[in-house]
């Protein structure tokens, strides 16, 4: 068979040949709509490759990005990479120190950034020994003034040379760059090759995947700025689906009035955007009736969030596992043949897992001794994986310790078990288990347990040291709006149904909060948390 290259501009060319007329939206910071298709991209993509030269980057070099969803960032994913460049998606959500040590590290060549995210940059600006040049891309935001010395997005565009000229692109040369969000200790920094990137491209949009395929209209919530918004950008491209890129507003009205104005049939997200959503839409109804499926992962999706968009809307959520360093998508849960005709109590439960290894990837879980645990659906341990496109190290980490076990699979620092049918489920992050007694609580299943109950909006639950028993569980707690407002012994009292007594958060440990800290990403917070406790 012929070795042809998996490069990311064969989807890009594919896309404007095959798919033509299929539509890239975009809203921009004013909430103006535009459209392009694939077609159109294509031509865009040329020019932007001939300004990046003109700016003078070389193959290899990092082109980093600083912006929400949109068509420009849409261009960058493609432009960066096909001229052998490496996009360097950076989190606009950074705080100044970790945003300034990425840069650093990244050794970024040039900042496209969104003109109203420019007071975010402004830390950069400090740093005497900067080498970067800075972008501007205007996203109409009123009143907000470019950094000081940067070009400007669309002037570089209308001068720049438009003959097309892709690079003959190596499969295993690096396209991208994204960090580690840090949750659990210092960023790091994973590089993804052409290779990689289109594999996951195939291996998201698989049926039992997914499953995006040219019929959807598929609106990434995720960021493009985290983890490659899980791909799905790539993916959209490869399959021709129509891309709905949102922009800064994704929250209630305008996510809900562009899922009903564009006729989205598939969008992805964390848990948080869509405990939102859910919420606004129940006081808000909107015509959500194209919506086929709702991609949620990033951290554990509650039953009572998957039942709850069943149940009110009909609109099947499907749970994802992922990390940076699988680019991101390992696991998509999805009903196995058998399991169709089950009651929705019985589905529930499944559904909440985190779900089935993506053809290509294989999943396993270690037990403490560091053999392979067997896959009984009770037996916990660390999950590890391995595939095309599993990171093997980490950007500039040589000599570090691998985060690979001597036999080559990837540790991810969750905790796990596997069931009988291949399903993953986690119960929680190493750094994040519970030890009180010398045994585990799962932060995890006591989370899910909590926001189980209808008068709660979000819960999390860490860890607080304790003298004798090394640690308790803590939980915070956000009450939902407009029901009867419930108590600590309420919620001790849910909980006794499904954990043993010892396991219980005390009362005093049961802190109702009006909001809980996120990272970046839209996770829990419980390094800010663990802080607080500390403080307090
Ligand atoms: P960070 O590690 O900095 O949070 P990532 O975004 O790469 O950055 O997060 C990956 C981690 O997020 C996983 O290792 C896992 O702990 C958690 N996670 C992702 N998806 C899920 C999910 N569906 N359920 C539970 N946890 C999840």
Redesign the pocket.
């Given at each position: 068979m012929m070795d042809s290259r998996l490069t990311l501009d064969a989807i890009l060319r594919r896309a404007s040949r095959v798919y033509a007329d299929k539509r890239i939206v975009s809203r921009g910071n004013d909430l103006a709509v535009s459209a392009a298709t694939y077609a159109e991209l294509r031509p865009r993509v040329a020019r932007l490759m001939n300004v990046l030269r003109s700016l003078g980057v070389k193959p290899g070099d990092r082109v980093a990005t600083f912006a929400w969803n949109h068509a420009r960032h849409m261009e960058l994913y493609f432009a960066a990479p096909a001229m052998g460049a490496i996009l360097h998606t950076l989190n606009i959500r950074l705080a100044p120190g970790q945003l300034r040590f990425i840069v650093d590290h990244a050794e970024d060549a040039v900042i496209f950034y969104d003109r109203s995210l420019a007071p975010n940059l402004r830390p950069l600006l400090e740093r005497p020994d900067r080498r970067e040049a800075f972008i501007c891309m205007d996203d109409g935001a009123p009143d907000v003034e470019p950094l000081p010395g940067s070009l400007e997005y669309e002037v570089l565009m209308a001068e720049a040379d438009d003959a097309e000229r892709f690079i003959d692109a190596d499969e295993n040369a690096a396209a991208a760059l994204c960090y580690?969000?840090?949750?659990?200790?210092d960023?790091k920094g994973v590089l993804y090759t052409h290779r990689s990137l289109y594999l996951h491209s195939v291996g998201i949009c698989m049926a039992d995947s997914l499953a995006i395929s040219e019929c959807e209209t598929v609106l990434p919530v995720v960021p493009m700025f985290?983890?490659n918004a899980w791909g799905i950008p790539y993916a959209c491209a490869l399959t021709g689906a129509s891309l709905v890129l949102p922009g800064p507003h994704v929250v209630g009205k305008p996510l809900a009035d562009l899922i009903e104005s564009e006729r989205v049939t598939l969008t992805a997200g964390v848990p948080s955007v869509y405990t939102v959503l859910h919420q606004y839409l129940r006081q808000h109804p909107h015509d959500i009736s194209s919506l086929r499926s709702l991609v949620?992962?990033?951290?554990?999706?509650p039953a009572a969030l998957i039942e709850a968009w069943r149940r009110d809307f009909g609109v099947p959520v499907i749970?994802?596992?992922?990390?940076?360093?699988?680019s991101?998508v390992g696991?998509v849960c999805r009903l196995r043949a058998s399991m169709q005709d089950l009651e929705p109590a019985e589905q529930l439960p499944i559904l909440a897992k985190?779900?089935i290894p993506v053809p290509m990837v294989e999943a396993d879980v270690l037990d403490e001794s560091g053999a392979p645990a067997p896959w009984d659906g009770k037996t916990t341990g660390e999950l590890v994986v391995r595939g095309p496109w599993v990171a093997r190290a980490y950007y500039k980490e040589e000599g570090a310790p691998s985060p690979l076990t001597d036999d080559g699979w990837f540790r991810?620092?969750?905790v796990a078990r596997i069931d009988p049918q291949g399903y993953v489920e986690?119960t929680d992050?190493k750094k994040?288990v519970i030890k009180s007694r010398g045994e585990w609580i799962s932060s995890?299943e006591m989370e899910n347990a909590v926001m189980g109950m209808p008068g709660v909006l979000e819960a999390a639950v860490i860890g607080r040291p304790h003298a004798l028993r090394g640690e308790v569980a803590a939980a915070f707690v956000v009450r939902r709006s407009g029901t009867e407002p419930i108590t600590g012994a309420d919620v001790r009292d849910h909980l006794a149904a499904t954990f043993a007594r010892w396991q219980l958060p005390r009362l005093k440990d049961i802190h109702f909060v009006d909001a809980l800290p996120k990272?970046g990403?839209g996770?829990f917070d419980k390094k800010a948390l663990r802080a607080g406790l500390q403080a307090s």
């Open positions: 580690t969000s840090g949750t659990t200790g960023p985290h983890a949620i992962g990033g951290s554990a999706a749970h994802a596992w992922g990390m940076t360093e699988l991101p696991a985190q779900g991810t620092g969750d986690l992050r994040d995890v990272t990403t996770k």
